[in-house]
């Protein structure tokens, strides 16, 4: 098994009135997260392997603090988890371990309150986890259901770049090299999310780079 990102419109005065009546509180959660999307968008595509971890490590410790602070907000879960999920992979070895774990409670938290999990993205970032820590007894990874992850993400998003990619990788690594073909080339001709452009693209070239290699 492998070791492997708003803006409010206001369209009337009694639109803008209700607004006013929000909490503060939620508004500040929302410009927060859009803070951590980016940011976690520049870490992973732009910054030196050297300087990720650090980052990431930033970057989790705030966004559990805002997931702590909103508990029922399944896309908030989602970032926690995609963050981990990165600054696990960024750190690796046994360390990395109960981040993994961290991650894969607040992705499930998600699910339970979201079932379509963001429009796949929990069960794709399940599937990864699931995929890249070791099995029992050491840790929670499972082939079988980093596979239901990925098929569950791929019925949910099936043009989805990085569904399709991770999935393909999934596979190939399982030997089934047809259908890492298949999810490979899916990737190649997929749909960028939006605020997820460079993290898309990037995943786009490797899904390239897969290809070239079958």
Do not use: C
Not at 17 to 29: F, Q, R
Not at 55 to 79: C, F, H, K, M, Y
């Amino acid at each position: 098994m492998r070791t492997r990102p708003f803006s409010r419109l206001i369209m009337t005065a009694a639109l803008g009135s209700t607004l006013m009546l929000l909490p503060l509180t939620a508004l500040a959660y929302e410009n927060e997260l859009f803070s951590l999307k980016n940011r976690w968008e520049h870490t992973v595509s732009d910054l030196p392997a050297n300087q990720r971890e650090g980052t990431l490590d930033v970057l989790s410790d705030e966004v559990t603090t805002l997931a702590s602070e909103n508990p029922d907000q399944p896309e908030l879960l989602i970032w926690q988890g995609i963050i981990l999920a990165s600054y696990a992979r960024e750190r690796g070895g046994f360390g990395a371990l109960g981040i993994a774990g961290d991650a894969r409670d607040a992705l499930e938290q998600a699910i339970a309150l979201d079932p379509q999990g963001g429009n796949g993205s929990a069960y794709v970032t399940l599937g990864a986890l699931y995929d890249n820590v070791p099995g029992r007894p050491i840790s929670f990874g499972s082939s079988e259901k980093a596979q239901q992850m990925f098929q569950r993400a791929v019925e949910i998003r099936p043009e989805g770049i990085d569904v399709n990619y991770y999935y393909a990788a999934f596979l190939l690594d399982e030997g089934d090299t047809a259908a890492a073909r298949e999810h490979a080339e899916r990737a190649v001709n997929g749909t960028p999310r939006a605020q997820r452009e460079l993290s898309d693209e990037a995943l786009r070239r490797d899904a390239q780079a897969m290809l070239n290699r079958l």
